[in-house]
């Protein structure tokens, strides 16, 4: 939403988020393909062959499966639009939604595979064009005053489609008309724990929205729905953290080593300053980003988001110890009790606040959850391969976090000026970098060598070599 042009609702954010919910439910019906191919690429990589194989044999099932789900959606939708919508929308912005999802999916498989090969500008690169894409044709279609929620629809479905043909063509090595149900078996004995861990997540992440939908109207599902966009901000980061880190930490796995384990835990710890250095960047500066870039009806975002960043700021132990549980194959069905126990916990806390409180109950409901579950997670990934990890310097940058959001809603309340606001804030972040060094998490030398690095890395992609 652009303030300038004053397009856009809380309404019109409500919808699209219950139009991707509908879309996206398709993913129980993928399941969990994408994972197997992920963990099985480091198995078939030195046979192009098999490799090609196992992806152009998964491809085939989620192209089959997207045109079973598109006519399941053609026979449902009367259902649907009056459940959710009071009559309100056509299909074709559910199709629409889903098309979008369903390339999503094949995009996910195919830039995994890109950062397996390590092979990260070409990951940047796509991701820069999609993003630049998207930002575009949305800026085009609000201010034609053609479109409202529709926009948030199409722009992703455009982006999506360049990015599908891009990877398809960077990918075509991997490609070839080929089926084989032995391959699709062992994609299946690896990922059909994430199948019903897949039901369950997509349960709890729009439980809450289904609740505000039915209580309070689109409206509050719209302000629910901008603080998790916000939070976009940090789960690109998180996921760009990932998809880099993983291959790297498969290979520490596989080696197996007191030296191997030890390395792991300290890149893990830099991990989380990393991402919680980000989350605070987002934090604090997210009522400067809210007043500038979106109207009135929106500004209460300021007091939630904060709050729903920790839904991803507790999700970097999840992360962390994903590979720990994960790496051997016959241990993912540790995701089915880990994601019961979630979406048990976000049930609860959703129906015990959410009447009470409404969206701001619903944010509190988010970061109970998360704050158990992911640690309970981080514990048993531990226990599951031992590592190396200080934990007492995880507990101080989980403190500082703590203390820093305080630190912000008393901003929030005082309501300074501008400027010295902004200041204050600055030093906050400083504070945060200047007792992580003391504490030996990481050094300024470190921190100066990315960023040289990333700044000569940006100079070769704009001039070219010296």
Same mark, same amino acid.
């Given at each position: ?334 995701? @089915?009790?880990?994601? /019961? &126990? *979630?979406?048990?916990? %976000? #049930?609860? +806390? !959703? =129906? ?5 409180? $409404? ?66 804030? @600055?030093?906050?972040? /400083? &504070? *945060?970098?200047?007792? %992580? #060094?003391? +504490? !030996? =998490? ?5 921190? $100066? ?18």
């Amino acid at each position: 939403t652009l303030k300038a042009l004053d397009v856009g609702s809380t309404k019109d954010y409500g919808t699209v988020s219950l139009i991707v919910m509908i879309s996206s439910f398709s993913s129980m019906f993928y399941l969990g393909v994408h994972n197997s191919l992920f963990r099985y690429f480091f198995k078939y990589k030195d046979d192009i062959e098999k490799l090609k194989m196992m992806l152009s044999t998964n491809i085939v099932f989620v192209f089959i499966v997207s045109v079973f789900y598109s006519i399941l959606l053609v026979l449902v939708f009367p259902l649907l639009n009056t459940f959710f919508f009071k009559d309100g929308i056509s299909i074709i912005w559910v199709m629409v939604s889903f098309f979008t999802f369903a390339l999503q999916y094949v995009n996910l498989i195919n830039q995994s595979f890109i950062q397996n090969s390590h092979e990260g500008k070409r990951w940047l690169f796509n991701e820069m064009v999609y993003t630049a894409i998207q930002v575009t044709l949305m800026i085009i279609l609000v201010t034609t005053r053609t479109f409202t929620f529709e926009a948030l629809i199409l722009a992703p479905f455009v982006a999506e489609t360049v990015k599908f043909l891009m990877l398809i063509t960077q990918q075509k090595k991997y490609y070839g008309l080929a089926f084989n149900f032995d391959y699709l078996k062992e994609s299946f004995a690896y990922s059909w724990p994430l199948v019903p861990t897949t039901l369950i997540g997509f349960v709890y992440s729009y439980f809450d929205r289904i609740m505000l939908s039915n209580m309070y109207g689109l409206a509050q599902v719209g302000i629910l729905d901008m603080s998790s966009r916000i939070g976009l901000i940090l789960k690109m980061s998180i996921d760009g953290i990932a998809g880099a880190t993983s291959p790297l930490t498969i290979d520490l796995l596989k080696e197996n080593s007191k030296t191997s384990l030890k390395r792991l835990a300290e890149i893990n710890l830099k991990i989380i300053f990393a991402v919680f250095l980000t989350a605070l960047s987002a934090m604090l500066f997210t009522k400067e980003v809210v007043l500038l870039l979106t109207t009135k009806p929106f500004h209460s975002v300021i007091f939630i988001t904060p709050i729903y960043l920790y839904y991803h700021i507790f999700g970097v132990l999840g992360m962390l110890s994903y590979w720990l549980i994960y790496y051997q194959p016959q241990k993912t069905y540790y995701a @089915i009790p880990l994601n /019961l &126990l *979630f979406l048990c916990l %976000s #049930t609860v +806390s !959703n =129906v015990i606040l959410i009447p009470r409180y $409404g969206t701001s109950g619903a944010v509190f409901a988010v970061f109970i959850s998360a704050a158990i579950s992911q640690t309970i997670q981080f514990i048993i990934g531990l226990k599951s391969t031992p590592i190396p990890m200080d934990l007492r310097k995880v507990g101080m940058m989980f403190c500082m976090m703590f203390l820093m959001t305080g630190g912000l809603y008393l901003l929030l309340y005082l309501d300074l000026d501008l400027w010295m606001d902004i200041a204050l804030k @600055i030093a906050m972040l /400083l &504070l *945060f970098v200047h007792i %992580s #060094t003391i +504490s !030996n =998490v990481v050094s300024y030398k470190e921190m $100066g060598e990315v960023f040289f690095d990333l700044k000569n890395k940006l100079y070769v992609k704009i001039f070219g070599e010296h």
